[in-house]
């Protein structure tokens, strides 16, 4: 129930603006197309046996109405791993999985012909998915996987970066994002953040 709820509110949010970048559109002189891809990864070793892992890829798609104002649709799917006792009789494993689709207004400072052009981001984040699956081993033995499962959910979202010019076409793109981790109505509100280095393609 919770989660049709979360998406017939997520499919209003995105048909709304949609239907107002739309008549926007109509009034455009021009627009562009950007596709890009990006990507996150970071390992830090916690000992000789233990390290954290992240990793996550998006994919996003823009429309810029002019050459300082767009609207983006990205998808995100990521990981987050914690090993404790690699190799060893006792351990624990910690993997959590979450999927996300975007939809925002992208502000972009100076002309399409610019060699950097930084960026402000704003809009919301549907949390397709996010578990968290944890398992212990003891001994050598492993016990049963213990999944903990967060509902979907609509959060806030906003981001920054800059985009370096590399040709006419083709730029290197470099941004950090946050988002709700979960409903702003459950309390208390934390905040989940995320570094990217990816390329993009305007035509």
């Not at 709304?16 to 070793?45: H, P, Q, R």
């Not at 946050?178 to 934390?190: G, H, L, Y």
Request: charged residues 15%; glycine residues 10%.
């Amino acid at each position: 129930m919770v989660l049709n709820s979360a998406w017939h509110t997520c499919s209003l949010f995105m048909v709304a603006l949609i239907m107002t970048s739309m008549s926007y559109v109509d009034n455009a002189i021009a627009g562009f197309v950007e596709i890009g891809g990006s990507g996150s990864y970071k390992k830090s070793n916690i000992g000789t046996d233990s390290f954290d892992e992240s990793q996550s890829l998006t994919a996003s798609f823009s429309y810029y109405f002019d050459e300082s104002s767009a609207l983006e649709l990205s998808y995100t799917d990521g990981i987050n791993r914690r090993l404790i006792g690699e190799g060893q009789p006792d351990g624990q494993l910690t993997n959590m999985y979450y999927k996300m689709v975007g939809l925002d207004l992208v502000l972009t400072m100076g002309t399409r012909e610019s060699t950097v052009r930084p960026y402000l981001k704003i809009g919301g984040v549907y949390i397709m998915d996010k578990r968290i699956v944890t398992q212990y081993w003891s001994n050598g033995n492993a016990f049963p996987e213990n999944t903990r499962q967060d509902p979907s959910a609509l959060v806030p979202s906003a981001g920054l970066g800059f985009k370096l010019a590399l040709t006419k076409s083709w730029s290197l793109k470099v941004g950090a994002e946050a988002w709700s981790s979960r409903s702003i109505s459950e309390q208390p509100v934390t905040i989940d953040y995320s570094g990217r280095v990816g390329l993009s393609c305007m035509f």
